[in-house]
């Protein structure tokens, strides 16, 4: 059994079946390696492993790769296909395959593929300078990207981690969180913490945040001036608009 999340993209339903049992058997306990549709858009639900299994290297497996890798850097996307296929188009910066695998896949190529991608995660999760935030939610391990987060938001004593194409909800505090981010996330209210990349305007007439994705965020008053400050001094490349607001609201 891995503790990698697994997902599987095939351009070949009753193909696609066989090979979802075999992943299946590798899933972390009381959950099942996910079906991607076949037109595949960003952003796709993060999973730690991608199988990407196709006949010949044509669009449509070519754009599910690509939405894949736009959707998180941190994802293992491993290419399946035939003897005779041609695998090149998929090597390029924007896709980053990690490994290939042919048709018929044996079940014992699997789990030496997946115990040595199992390997990889805890050799980077030992990194402190990866950029990874490393996170455990019911038996499973995830490994998200800082630059992936939108916005963590608190939740009773749970914390619920945004990224474009998932929602993770997991014991932590924003207190202890905001210790160990980089510098460009920001506590923009008591009960959230902001990635300041990800701003793309502040609205302060509705005193809020409008994110990448149109996602908002709320904007505490107090907070308003450390946050522009922050920006224009530590991140004068974030493109951003500032609504000034046209009438004072008290807190």
Known sequence: ????????????????????????????????????????????????????????CGELALNAARAVRLSSDMTFLMLIGNRKSDFHPFFR????????????VQTSQLREMLDEIDEEMERLTESESNGILVIKSEGVTYRISYRDILFIEASNKQVVLHTAGQVICYYESLDNLIAVLPPYFFRCHRGYIVNIRKIEEIRCAEMELKLTGGYRVPLSRKR????????????????????????????
């Open 224 to 251: 308003r001036d450390a946050l522009t400050q922050a920006i224009s001094i530590k991140h004068s490349s974030t493109k951003l608009r500032i609504q000034k607001d046209t009438k004072r609201r008290g807190d």
């Open 1 to 56: 059994m891995s503790t990698s999340t697994l997902a599987l993209w095939d351009e070949k339903t009753k193909r696609a079946a066989t090979l979802k049992e075999q992943l299946d058997m590798f899933a972390p306990e009381d959950s099942e390696a996910t079906l991607l549709p076949l037109l595949l858009h960003p952003p796709v639900e993060h999973h730690n492993v991608v199988f990407l299994s196709f006949d010949e």
């Open 93 to 104: 910066p924007k896709i980053k395959p990690c490994g290939v695998l042919f048709h018929p």
